[in-house]
């Protein structure tokens, strides 16, 4: 399997669930992204990972909790969201510094 | 007000148009991109750019950075370009963080 994949595609999850996003990369990058893509919004970084270690993290909640365990793997672990946090979720990974991103698919959550 | 803004926010094409997309911003960039969202989510990367003009097959990206200004061309347009077409760029000093325009939705009739 090649370039950044992302699972669940869909996730509908209750205000008090705990769940989490899943990316992967077969690109050899060593920099992760998380980006929210919200209808009518432009989208938001939320997390930067360079070589497994947080780099950024652009005033996001606390009910976000990013997980970069290696370089290949990133995750997003979701808890007690609000109805305001449905969007769409991108995962995306570069080589670390300046260079083009690579986009996953996109996980798809509604809260409710 | 966004340090990327992007213009028209909607354009719709009879196939063969050329089109154009433009994006201003009004800070120090690095560099530039032009990625696009099909529906359903997923977003390619068109053109990453610092100066100058790029091309790829029917896609031509130009950038003034005197101007803080950016377009990006899509020649004999075709049904398949029918994309959200959004315009990041890399703010001086962010490393590689992108600050992302509100997108163009473009839908190309046959």
């Known amino acids: 399997e090649t370039g950044v994949t992302q699972t669940p595609r869909h996730l509908v999850m209750g205000m008090t669930n705990k769940k989490s996003l899943k990316c992967e990369q077969h690109?050899?990058?060593?920099?992760m992204y998380w980006y929210k893509q919200s209808a009518k919004k432009p989208l938001e970084l939320m997390f930067v990972?360079?070589?497994?270690?947080?780099?950024e993290n652009n005033s996001v909640p606390s009910r976000f909790s990013p997980e970069c365990p290696n370089s290949s793997h990133l995750f997003l672990h979701l808890h007690t969201l609000q109805p305001e946090d449905s969007a769409l979720y991108l995962c995306?990974?570069?080589?670390?510094?300046?260079?083009?991103?690579?986009f996953g698919p996109g996980t798809r959550l509604t809260v409710t | 007000k966004n340090e990327v803004e992007q213009s028209p926010q909607n354009l719709t094409a009879q196939e063969g148009e050329f089109i154009t997309i433009n994006c201003s911003y009004s800070?120090?960039?690095?560099?530039l991109h032009w990625l696009q969202q099909h529906p359903g989510g997923g977003i390619v990367s068109l053109f990453m750019?610092?100066?100058g003009k790029k091309k790829h097959g029917r896609l031509i990206a130009t950038i003034n950075i005197q101007e803080k200004h950016s377009s990006l061309h899509i020649t004999a347009s075709h049904p398949r370009d029918s994309a959200v077409y959004i315009c990041?760029?890399?703010?001086?000093?962010?490393?590689?963080?992108?600050?992302f325009g509100g997108g163009t939705r473009l839908m190309v009739k046959p």
């Open positions: 995306a990974s570069s080589r670390a510094g300046a260079y083009e991103q690579y």
């Open positions: 690109l050899g990058h060593n920099a």
């Open positions: 990972y360079n070589f497994k270690e947080q780099t």
């Open positions: 800070v120090g960039i690095s560099a």
């Open positions: 750019l610092s100066s």
């Open positions: 990041a760029v890399r703010l001086n000093n962010a490393g590689n963080m992108l600050t």
